[in-house]
């Protein structure tokens, strides 16, 4: 269990800062891996508790790691959230851009030519 948890947390740090830098497709993989690793943690904790049936879940000997873990957790989705916005505000700003641009080339558009004159 100790070894799957460390996985665990090796994969949270290296997502985190792929995160923080914008490798969404490393953040894909590296969550397909931890989605892989639950199976595993899950399938462990069953074998413990029945090798420990008079044991309360919470008292495990791994509850200080998965803490840590869940505040790592936390951390990532924080984090995840600031891009997200940032990426939000990035993008109304290029569509503000965009229609400006749109804007002054119709401005600037030569006007079609109707053949009518203005002579004095």
């Known amino acids: 269990m ?3 948890l460390e996985q665990w ?3 949270t740090e290296a997502e985190g800062e792929a995160i923080r830098i914008g490798a969404w ?15 595993d943690i899950n399938a462990a904790m069953e074998k413990w508790k029945r090798e420990n049936p008079g044991a309360a879940p919470w008292k495990h ?19 995840l959230a600031q891009q997200q916005q940032r990426l939000h ?5 290029s569509d503000r851009a965009i229609l400006t641009l749109r804007r ?3 401005s ?13």
């Open 2 to 4: 100790a070894g799957l």
């Open 9 to 11: 947390r090796r994969l």
């Open 25 to 39: 497709p490393s953040v894909k993989e590296l969550q397909g891996a931890k989605a892989g690793l639950q199976r």
């Open 108 to 120: 600037y558009a030569q006007k079609p030519d109707t053949g009518w004159n203005s002579y004095s």
């Open 89 to 93: 505000l990035e993008k109304a700003s």
């Open 61 to 79: 000997p791994f509850r200080r790691e998965v803490d840590r873990l869940i505040s790592l957790e936390v951390r990532n989705s924080e984090l």
């Open 104 to 106: 002054v080339q119709g």
